[in-house]
């Protein structure tokens, strides 16, 4: 392991990530009506300019990772034509239940498929997805250097990768104030909606600790992705993150 990747393994620190999908288990019921809540509507925004990065490449074949309640494929099937067809993966069989209720339910079927899988083992063959996504997945796995090789084997060369994630506004005062909900509100409220208090004091404590902006670039282009970039949203609470899997790479 190099120094730069024990590096980023430390700032992971905070709460443990083992088994932290067995809490989306738990709060599934209540997962898409706090996510609104807690976000005040903005993820819905973060996940459709997600869908707008993808490459201009027709007919795209994607792998969402930590794919929770299934937003992030409809969003992509919905905002976009440049997608035929959309695997969801996840490691909580309750948040998976979920999302196969929410594709089943649209008018016209999405051409979309879920599996039960871990983020840091992906079972596809090497050079499948011409994109991958991941969004509030990446901070809660285990060894995010591995997650971020998985999604970078399974990718075909020229695909590209795309992160959305919180993160910490640079602005001082922003910060303050961003910090004082994440810590104070956002915990009370989450745990009186979803009856799981560690739930959401979980989430402010790995959001505070997860590496983001330069340090997660940096982390991307160690799992070898180029054009890497970090687009920032509403005030930097969180960002959406951007490579590609070079053109002439075939591993
Ligand atoms: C905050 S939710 C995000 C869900 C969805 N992507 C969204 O945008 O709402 C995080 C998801 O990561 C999943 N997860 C956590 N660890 C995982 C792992 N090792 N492999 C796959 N999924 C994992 C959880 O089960 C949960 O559904």
């Given amino acids: 392991m190099t120094t730069d990747r024990k590096a980023n393994m430390v700032q992971c620190e905070g709460p443990s990530r083992r088994d932290a999908w067995k809490m989306f288990d738990r709060v599934a019921h209540r997962y898409d009506l706090l996510n609104h809540l807690l976000s005040f509507g903005r993820d819905r925004a973060w996940r459709r300019k997600l869908a707008a990065r993808l490459s201009h490449r027709p007919d795209q074949h994607i792998l969402d990772v930590a794919t929770g309640t299934a937003d992030v494929i409809l969003s992509l099937l919905d905002n976009s034509t440049r997608v035929s067809y959309a695997v969801g993966m996840d490691m909580a069989g309750g948040m998976l239940a979920r999302a196969a209720t929410k594709i089943a339910d649209r008018k016209r079927r999405p051409a979309a498929a879920l599996l039960r899988a871990d983020a840091c083992r992906l079972p ?31 990718l075909k060369p020229g695909g590209r990768v795309l992160v959305l994630e919180f993160s910490l506004p640079e602005k001082r005062l922003v910060r303050r104030m961003y910090l004082l909900y994440f810590r104070k509100i956002l915990p009370s409220v989450g745990g009186l909606i979803s009856g799981d208090d560690y739930a959401y004091r979980y989430l402010n404590e790995t959001v505070e600790t997860f590496p983001c902006g330069r340090a997660f670039c940096d982390m991307l282009v160690e799992a070898g992705f180029a054009n890497v970039n970090a687009v920032p949203q509403t005030f930097g609470v969180a960002s959406i993150y951007q490579g590609d899997k070079p053109d002439n790479n075939f591993l």
């Fill in 124 to 154: 596809f063959a090497d050079r499948t997805f011409d994109a991958v996504t991941i969004a509030f997945g990446i901070r809660n796995v285990l060894d995010v250097s591995t997650a971020l090789e998985e999604m970078y084997r399974v």
